[in-house]
């Protein structure tokens, strides 16, 4: 499904413009995949039925972690982008052993209905079953057919450190590789897709090993920034990661259930 040799022909390219990007390291390639495979695989998309656990600060998000069982084509890209050779490719532009957690924890479909959002954040750092991996990546491929900026959903970055951001487009078979750390926040603002029309994407997260936990493990972090988002939310936004943390402690980490 996915044109490795597109990645590697033109490799130091791409590992250029990641490492330069600004506000923060990240890389958009567009046609990545078969562009004909991709298309049938969009059109048998279903409507998913599980609804994101971010509560407030995602609205009207649905996800399905383990999108493989839809068939055989949505296999195929599942079992690319966590292949050797995207692992290869992500190690080259990142200057870092990078691989693809095979397990998806946390990644998978995802469907934004009518006006949906997600919040500004970051993302947990540690991987809540694997306590040594960092959370180095996230890779995005956006599924929005006859996208038009007048959409909205666009992919937005911005750098806790400087307040620089970026607007990204997420039209059909785009990739967006971007940098996790303590200062790249991301998320969308509402959309204005037509009806019946969905902001689809399928996310999967790249890490590399660390011999022990050397920085304190951090849960979602969320900066609520719309305009009707009231002091509540954002001071909740700030510190639902301890309430989280101290529910997986006890409970165990729900994120994955969304099958």
Known sequence: MINFDLLFENKESYRLKYLIAKPFPHLTIENI??????????????????????????????EKSNYGELGDLFLELQ????????????????????????????????????????????DYNYHPINNNWW?????????????????????????????????CNVGFNTLIIQK??????????????PEGNYRTSIATYAFTKHISQIYPSRTTDWF????NDG?????????????VKVKNYILGSGTAKNQ
């Open 224 to 227: 609520p920034n719309k305009e």
């Open 79 to 122: 079992l690319d982008l966590k292949s050797d050779k995207m692992n290869e490719f992500l190690s080259f532009i990142s200057g870092e052993k990078v691989f693809v957690d095979p397990k998806n924890h946390g990644g998978g479909l995802h469907q934004g209905r009518k006006n949906s959002f997600l919040d500004m954040h970051l």
């Open 33 to 62: 995949c078969d562009s004909e495979k991709l298309k049938k695989m969009h059109s048998q998309i279903p409507l998913l039925e599980s609804k994101s656990r971010d509560y407030m600060f995602a609205k009207n998000k649905f």
């Open 135 to 167: 959370r180095e990546m996230n890779l995005l491929l956006y599924l929005n057919k006859d996208w038009k900026q007048s959409y909205g959903g666009h992919l937005d970055l911005e750098d806790l450190r400087t307040g620089e951001k970026k607007k």
């Open 180 to 193: 996790c750390g303590d200062y790249t926040l991301h998320g969308y603002k509402p959309t204005n897709f």
């Open 231 to 243: 002091r509540f939310k954002k001071i909740l936004g700030r510190n639902l990661h301890k309430i």
